[in-house]
Nanobody
Framework: VQLQASGGGLVQAGGSLRLSCEPS????????MGWFRQASGKEREFVAA????????FYADSVKGRFTISRDNAKNTVYLQMNSLKPEDTAVYYC????????????????WGQGTKVTVSS
């Protein structure tokens, strides 16, 4: 399974971006999904996760109130809407799929995308 993340780019502080994640080779059916990010020189960190049903979401404190994770199971796509972006949001963003319950622990995810780079200028 390949996960294709897209939507990254360069944006000014205070701006918005929407990331998308789609699988190739299979459906997300039954999988909980997560977004993680990794800034240069730092460890990968949890950003947000969503249950298969879409009814339950989780966020890192650093993005709560600014980012929104959602999914369209009919389109087999997961989104991360990022508003009020800050320079500290600059990172490569990865989507991941987990057959088990949504979790903040990266090691528990089964499939990963290649990442999309987000750069926020001050």
């Amino acid at each position: 399974v390949q996960l294709q993340a897209s939507g990254g780019g360069l944006v000014q502080a205070g701006g918005s971006l929407r990331l998308s994640c789609e699988p190739s080779g299979r459906t997300f059916s039954g999988y909980d999904m997560g977004w993680f990010r990794q800034a240069s020189g730092k460890e990968r960190e949890f950003v947000a996760a969503i249950r298969w049903s879409g009814g339950i979401t989780f966020y890192a404190d650093s993005v709560k109130g600014r980012f929104t994770i959602s999914r369209d199971n009919a389109k087999n796509t997961v989104y991360l809407q990022m508003n009020s972006l800050k320079p500290e949001d600059t990172a490569v963003y990865y989507c991941a799929a987990n057959a088990g319950p949504a979790t903040v622990v990266a090691e528990r995810y089964d499939y990963w995308g290649q990442g999309t780079k987000v750069t926020v200028s001050s």
